[in-house]
Structures are given as structure tokens and as C-alpha cells.
């Protein structure tokens, strides 16, 4: 992490940022990365610390190592949720592989970096999800709510979609997670790469066009059932959207 930035904009008013990270070379040299970007940042190094000080002061976003000498990342994960559930949180984590991917990203995280990272994909990644928490925030205090459909309802135990409490449309364990998925990130839109993540596939094995395929066999599956359109869109560019995109 020994690369700094050529010309960094600073952040005003500076946002301040949580790190948990236990490395004793990488936390200081991600704290001065992030520092030199305008964020202020508070460097704690295991789950105790981490709790002090989310207990006295107010953060604006969160980077969490997931392992820690003294405890688990989850649970603090947990905690901070509870606390506030749009807090933008950003996992490291040595582990790699596509379950533990899958299971970061399933459990709240917004993001789930591997180590080694480059921290300016990091930095990108804080300064992306700051925007989107001011406008979830703004939209919350204003009394805003995603654009979908109140008339749809999704019951997961049944695995069902459905319309006005009366037309029920049973759905595959693929399409029950595509639309839990979509409808727990309204109102933002779902790049495609995250569904196949949060389906539990890996890219190279389900190619953006099977996926095309499948949300197009669901569409069809509601407007044969409901003669309504599916309570999803797809946004041009960008993935799929719970509610309308236009």
C-alpha cells in the first residue's frame, strides 16, 4: 500500500472513517492514504477498539477487516447495522475464495475487497458509496421510498411473488434471491456482476447473457400470471433495479 496519490481533491467537509485493521505495517499506511484524500480517519486494531469508539463518535463510513486478533468481523458488521443500516461498510479480507465473497456481501457488507487491494480502488469505492448514503439519507429524512410497486410482496419461506395478497406466482430459489436481492438495494440499481455474485456464481461460469435470459423467463412467468408488468427494471448500463427506473 506504498503507493500515493498524484493529486488528491480534498473532501469538504472531510468525512470521517473508521478502519479496523490489525496489520501493523498496512492499517498506518491505509490511515495515511485515505488521509491524503481529505477523509478523516480513526485507525483502531481489533474488535474492543472498534466498539469504544463507534460508541463515542459518529462515522461516515467503515473499512473492517474481517479477521482480527481479538474477535470477528461480523459481529461487529452486526453492530454497526443495527446502529445505522445505510453506514456504507467496505470488507477486507485475505480470503478469497467465492464463498466468502458471497457470504460478505449476503451479510451487509457493501463491498468485499481481497487483499492484496490497490487503495485507490478502495478510496474510489468510499467516495462512490458516500454519495449514494447522502442521497439514501436525504431521501429518508424527506419521507421518500424507493419507486416500486407497494402492491407486490415478496414471501420467502413460501417462495412467492405476490400481487394484491391474491395472485401468487411461485418462484425458483434463483428467482426468489434475484428479486430479494434487488429489492433489498432500492432504491439503487444491482450491476449485473453483483447478481451473478449474489446468486453465488462466478461470471466466467454465468455469463451476463444466461442471466438475461433467466430475469426474461420471470418477466414473462409475472405478465402471464399478473397481466402486470414485473415489479423490476432493467437500467440501461448499469443492472436492475427493484421498481421502475423511468
Known sequence: M???????????PPKRVLVVEDDAVGGP??????????????LVTGEDAARARMAACRF???VLDLTLADG????LLEALRAGDP???IVCTSGRCDLD????????GFDHYLTKPFEPEELEALLARELCRYAHRARAAE???????DNRWAIHEEARTLVLDDRLVIPLTETELRFVCL????????????????GLGHRESYYSSARLHTSVSRLRRKIAQATDQPAPFDSVYGAGYVWGRSR
Not at 490511515?31 to 477523509?39: D, I, K, Q, T, V
Not at 424527506?142 to 416500486?148: D, I, N, V
Open 100 to 107: 466468502a465473497r458471497v457470504k460478505g456481501l449476503r451479510s
Open 142 to 148: 424527506e419521507g421518500l421510498s424507493a419507486p416500486m
Open 86 to 88: 445505510l453506514l456504507p
Open 2 to 12: 506504498s503507493r500515493q496519490p498524484d493529486a488528491p481533491e480534498p473532501i469538504d
Open 182 to 197: 434487488l429489492r433489498g438495494q432500492a432504491p439503487e440499481a444491482v450491476s449485473r456482476a453483483a447478481v451473478i455474485a
Open 29 to 42: 499506511q491505509l490511515a495515511r492514504f485515505l488521509e491524503s484524500f481529505g477523509y478523516r480517519v480513526d
Open 60 to 62: 461516515d463510513a467503515v
Open 72 to 75: 470477528d468481523g461480523y459481529s
